[in-house]
Every structure is written in C-alpha cells, then in structure tokens.
C-alpha cells in the first residue's frame, strides 16, 4: 500500500502523517507491509486478549455470516442464545443473567446508562437521574459516556454538549488526590464516592460508574482492595445502581475472569467489550441482574437496540473466542505471565524517568517523570507518551499511549495472553531502548 493512499483516508490525526501500514499479524506481532516486524504489546487497544491469527475464529465468523447474514436484535439466532447461555454458565458473575450486545464498548455503556435511567424510570424513581463517575477515567466516546467519563482531554471541546454530572476522585495513589497514603488513609478516596452521592442527594443518584482496574487513561489504576467492597456497600445502602465498566479489564485481562472477581464484588450492571471477542468482531456486552431489568419488562418498555446489536457472526465469534480462552487456561496464563511483566517493569523503576509501576494480571501502567523526587511530569510540550509510542514502533514494539494530567505521560502494557517468556523479555527491553531513544530526542 503507497502511503499516500494510506494517508488519503484519514480524517484524523496530524496532516501529512502516514499511519503505520499493518499487512498481516499472528501471535503477538504485527507486520507491516514493508516487512517491518512489530510486537504488539498492547494487543492494539488492549483488545486482542487470544492473540491474533486465530484462524478458528475467523472460520466460526465466516460459518455464521453464510448461515444468517443478519437478523434484527430482537430476534433470536443458534449463535447469540448459545453464547448467551455460555456468558452466563461459565463467566459471568453470579447474579448477572440479563445479556445484551452492542457493537463496542461505547455503545455498551451508553446503553447501560439507558437502561439505568429506563429502570428508575419504570420502578416509580423518575427523580434518580444522575450517574456517579471519577476522574481520569474513560467511558467511551459517544456524548453520554463522555459525560460519565472524567477523561479531559476526550471531552474537551466537547463541554456544551456533555452533560454536568459529579466527580469523585480517582484511586490515584501515586499522587493522591486527597493528600493521603496507603495504609493510613483508609481508603479515603472510596468515601469520596459516598460525599459525592450526598452531596448529589442520594435521591436524585441513579448509579456509579467506575472501571475497577482504571485503563490507559491514567495507566492501570489499581484500586486498594476494599475499594470495591465498600463502593458496593455503599450503593446498596443508598440505593443506588453500581456499574462496572470492564471493557477493558473483563474477560480474563486482569487474571481473573472478570476484575470484580478479584474482590468477590457483584455490580447490578457490567459492561463488557474488547476481549469478548479478542479483536475478532466489533462487539460489547451489557450484562444485569434480574432485579435491574424486572421493572423495564413489567412496563414493556423497549430499550432502543442497535442496528448491529448482537449480530450473528459476532455472537459467533465470540463464542469461540470464549472456549479458547478455556481450552488454553489463557485466564490463568493472563495471571502467570502478567506476575511476570510486572516484575520486568518493575526493575524500570531504577530508570531515573520511570516514576510508577502499576497493574493486575496483563495489564500494566508506566508512568513517566520529569523528576522521580518530586513527582513532576515533563512539560506537556515535550509530548513525551507520543516520542516514546513512536521510539517503541522504530524498535520494534507497540505499547499503547495514554495519559491525563496529573498523570501525564502515561504507557500501558496489555499483550495478549499468549505472550511466551521470551517475547515479554522482548518487549520490556525494547521499551526501555524506546524510552531512552525518546528522551534524548525529548533533551535536544
Ligand atoms: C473502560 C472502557 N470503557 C469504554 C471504552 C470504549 O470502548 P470502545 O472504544 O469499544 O467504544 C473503553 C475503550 O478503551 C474502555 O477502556
């Protein structure tokens, strides 16, 4: 492919700039159509949790979109009750029996709002209407998920349209928004969440709405490990809805099948997406208990589908996407291996730039600093995440950007859970090559 043609169609991005040209990928590499071999260490957007090249998914697709090439969401296909029944059998947190399909995860979290909304609504609560979300968090990009969401730099611009819905602090211990440190705090920030309901008057509060792992917006937040208990004590108590965002974090990506598990925590909703179907199909799920949804049924109200909403060969996919993930124990590898990458960074904490490593199972955050004493970012000017991103793909590896401020320079890990010992060997060292490629050019 010429670059200008590869150019030609971008609507988005620097003027001039070629985006990278993928010819193929397999495993945990992508190449280019100049040969170029990359290791995909961030599975793309953290999405190809099976690896890539999967030839029996492409083929469960291919079966399912000859047999029915499309069916309206409401209706029923083999395909979309089978991997119903299997979500619910096998991975699902107990409680959890309600499934729906959007086409992504952005769409699955707007129309778990909807349906949060729909729920009060119908249940005689039309006054619950405000949703709960947190700093440096990411929720999706259509103009409901972004209000939830507390990421600044993909809402600006966008603030006329969004509407103003409250904010608690992150679980950001590296800088604590509140001033405090683990153990002493208590996990303070979690009580944040309560203020905020009051201040909101809990009347008037319809949900939460948090990631449990925090994702490439300020790099694998990891909350303390009675966060997620006590924000679901404290949702029931006041009666209020609390949603998992686990598009990113769900199926297997943190060790376990989903993030909450590690905490035996059950939301009323969960939204999942990326790793449902590894990369495979564009596909995300919302998923509630019963109690969510028994009011909507009882008033027969239709919560609006999508026109792609549970299509066929993507049910298919990924349903076979899910019995790989079984038959290859990838849940347990994703634990294992990540133990491993964690360590790994872990040793980039002598770099004098590597300010904090954090993460769960395979998904890892690097935060970069202009000063390890005092915490100081490097100027935004620098642009340090993009230099580094682009170093990383001249030595042979993609790690994905993220990064708000405070947090701002901010590299996240997430490869697929098939990555064998040697390729995590590989891909930590030819970040840490990157890194120091990307600040010498920084310093010039
Ligand atoms: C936690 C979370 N929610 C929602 C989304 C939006 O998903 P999508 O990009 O598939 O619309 C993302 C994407 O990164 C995410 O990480």
Redesign the pocket.
């Known amino acids: 492919m010429e670059p200008e043609r590869a150019q030609r169609f971008s609507f988005a991005g620097k003027a001039g700039a070629t985006p990278l040209r993928i010819a193929r990928s397999d495993g945990v590499w992508l190449y280019t159509d100049e040969g170029q071999q990359i290791l995909d260490a961030s599975g793309g957007?953290?999405v190809v949790n099976i690896g890539h090249g999967r030839r029996e998914v492409a083929e469960a697709y291919a079966r399912e979109a000859e047999r029915v090439a499309y069916a309206l969401p409401p209706f029923a296909t083999e395909s979309r009750v089978r991997l119903v029944e299997h979500l619910i059998d096998a991975w699902l947190p107990r409680g959890l029996t309600r499934v729906g399909f959007t086409s992504?995860?952005?769409?699955s979290?707007d129309a778990a709002l909807r349906i949060t909304r729909a729920h009060f609504h119908c249940k005689g609560e039309p006054e619950r209407w405000k949703v709960i979300g947190r700093d440096l968090s990411?929720?999706?990009?259509t103009l409901a998920?972004l209000a939830v969401g507390g990421h600044t730099k993909r809402r600006a611009g966008f603030e006329p349209w969004l509407a103003d819905l409250p904010k608690a602090p992150a679980c950001y211990c590296y800088r604590c928004p509140l001033g405090k440190s683990l153990p002493e705090c208590r996990t303070a920030c979690v009580d944040e969440i309560e203020a905020e309901i009051l201040r909101a008057d809990p009347r008037t509060v319809a949900a939460v709405i948090a990631?449990p792992i925090g994702?490439?917006t300020a790099g694998a937040l990891l909350p303390p490990d009675d966060y997620w208990p006590r924000l679901r004590e404290i949702c029931t108590r006041h009666g209020v809805l609390l949603i998992a965002?686990?598009?990113?974090t769900g199926f297997g990506r943190t060790g376990k099948r989903f993030a909450v598990d590690h905490w035996g925590v059950t939301p009323d909703i969960l939204?999942g997406?990326?790793g449902l179907t590894g990369g495979y199909a564009p596909m995300?799920g919302i998923f509630a208990s019963e109690a969510v949804v028994a009011p909507i049924v009882e008033r027969g109200l239709e919560v609006m589908f999508f026109t792609y909403s549970a299509h066929p060969a993507s049910c298919a996919a990924a349903h076979k996407v899910l019995e790989i993930l079984e038959r290859e124990q990838l849940v347990e590898r994703a634990a294992l291996q990540g133990e491993k990458l964690g360590k790994r960074l872990g040793r980039l904490l002598a770099h004098p730039n590597v300010g904090d490593v954090r993460g769960r199972g395979l998904l890892w955050g690097v935060e970069l600093v202009a000063d390890k004493a005092t915490r100081a970012p490097f100027p935004a000017a620098t642009g340090l995440t993009a230099k580094v991103v682009a170093a990383g793909i001249a030595h042979g590896v993609f790690v994905y950007p993220g990064g708000v401020d405070p947090a701002r320079d901010v590299i996240t890990f997430g490869p697929p859970f098939t990555i064998s010992d040697h390729e995590l060997e590989l891909a930590v060292d030819r970040f840490a090559r990157a890194l120091d490629s990307a600040l010498e050019r920084a310093r010039r």
Request: charged letters at 20%; proline letters at 0%.
């Open positions: 957007a953290i992504g995860g952005s769409e979290v990411y929720h999706g990009t998920t990631e994702g490439s965002d686990e598009v990113m939204i997406g990326k995300g």
